[in-house]
Structure formats: structure tokens, C-alpha cells
């Protein structure tokens, strides 16, 4: 199959590419061990823990409910984390799991305002659409193109007069964003 000098260098390539990967699947860990992490008082232990739980377990509920628990932490990050995980799984939510994500919509951060938008995105929140709305007129460019994403994923045409100042908005982005939310909105109204 290979000649002598192609064997040569293929053994200690594969030896190498094993080697290497050996600490990886080491390192993976069971559900039961991630949702003890997320009792760490160590934040990015926490927000690994849940990065680690969307990617390994995204349809568990016991992982799901552990997830939801931390939209109770004390600390932001690890609430935007469990927020964004939810809506990265699509986890199935109610009003109380919404009532504990939209707080970042307030939030003096602007980074957690536009997480708690992204994990909107995946969530059953059309519920949240009047919180969402106040955004549309922040000074910060960022936060009203995440609004007009959010909109575009979870609303219906009856958004577009909402949307449609922001065609005027002095930054082109923003113009950008509200146009393809508008486009969206009608599209899903024509079907």
C-alpha cells in the first residue's frame, strides 16, 4: 500500500495525529459532570460548562433544566450564557423562562442586550416582541440591527411600520438590517 518511505512518514504522522487527539476525548465530559460544573464559583468554568451542554446534549431535558437554572445566577455573564444557550437548542420556553431572559433587554451592558436578542431568535418569544420594540430607537447601532434581526425571526408584517423609520437612520447598517427585516416580514405575510 505505501512504499518503504511513505511508510516512514506516515506511522509517526498517525502516532502524532492520535497523540494529539487523546486529550480531547479525555476531556469530554458526561452530562451529570457539566451540570455539577454549573455550581462552580468560577464564572468561566460555568459558561464552559453550558458551551459544553449545547454541544453535547442539546436535546436533554435534565441538561435543558439545568440550563434554565442559571437564568437565576447572580452573575450576567453566566445568564447570558444560559440564555444564549436556550436559544442556540431551541429549547422549548414558557413565560417564566422568558421573564427571566428579557431582564438583559434592559441591561446598562450593551453586549447583554444584544445576547438576550440573539437567544430570542431561537425561542418560541413572539410574547417578547413589546420589550424588543423600545430598542428599535437605542442610540447604539448594534443594538437596533439586532432588533431588527429579532424581529425579522420571531414577528409578524404588522412590524413593518415599527421597522420602517430605521430606513432613514444615518448608518447604512442599520438601513441594511431594517431593510432585510422588512423584506422578511412581508415575505412571511405573502406565504
Keep these: 500500500m505505501f512504499s518503504r518511505p511513505s511508510r516512514a512518514i506516515a506511522a509517526p504522522l498517525l502516532f502524532a495525529a492520535v497523540f494529539l487527539s487523546l486529550p480531547a476525548l479525555a476531556s469530554k465530559k458526561t452530562e451529570e459532570e457539566l451540570i455539577a460544573l454549573l455550581n462552580s464559583p468560577d464564572e468561566s468554568k460555568v459558561t464552559g460548562a453550558l458551551q459544553d451542554l449545547e ?45 427571566d431572559i428579557t431582564p438583559l433587554l434592559k441591561s446598562p451592558n450593551k453586549d447583554a442586550v444584544i445576547d438576550g436578542l440573539k437567544a430570542l431568535r431561537g425561542l418560541d418569544s413572539k410574547s417578547t416582541i413589546p420589550e424588543i420594540l423600545p430598542l428599535l430607537a437605542n442610540k447604539d447601532e448594534n443594538i437596533k440591527r439586532d432588533s431588527c434581526r429579532t424581529l425579522a425571526e ?15 437612520d444615518p448608518n447604512k447598517k442599520v438601513q441594511e438590517d431594517a431593510r432585510d427585516a422588512i423584506s422578511r416580514l412581508k415575505a412571511r405575510a405573502a406565504k
Design 55 to 99: 454541544k453535547g446534549y442539546p436535546e436533554s431535558k435534565t441538561a435543558q433544566a439545568a440550563v434554565v437554572s442559571k437564568l437565576k445566577d447572580p452573575r450576567e455573564k453566566v445568564v447570558r450564557k444560559a440564555a444564549r444557550v436556550l436559544g442556540a437548542i431551541h429549547a422549548p420556553v414558557d413565560k417564566k423562562i422568558l421573564a
Design 154 to 168: 420571531i414577528g409578524d408584517a404588522s412590524l413593518v411600520p415599527k421597522i420602517q423609520p430605521l430606513l432613514d
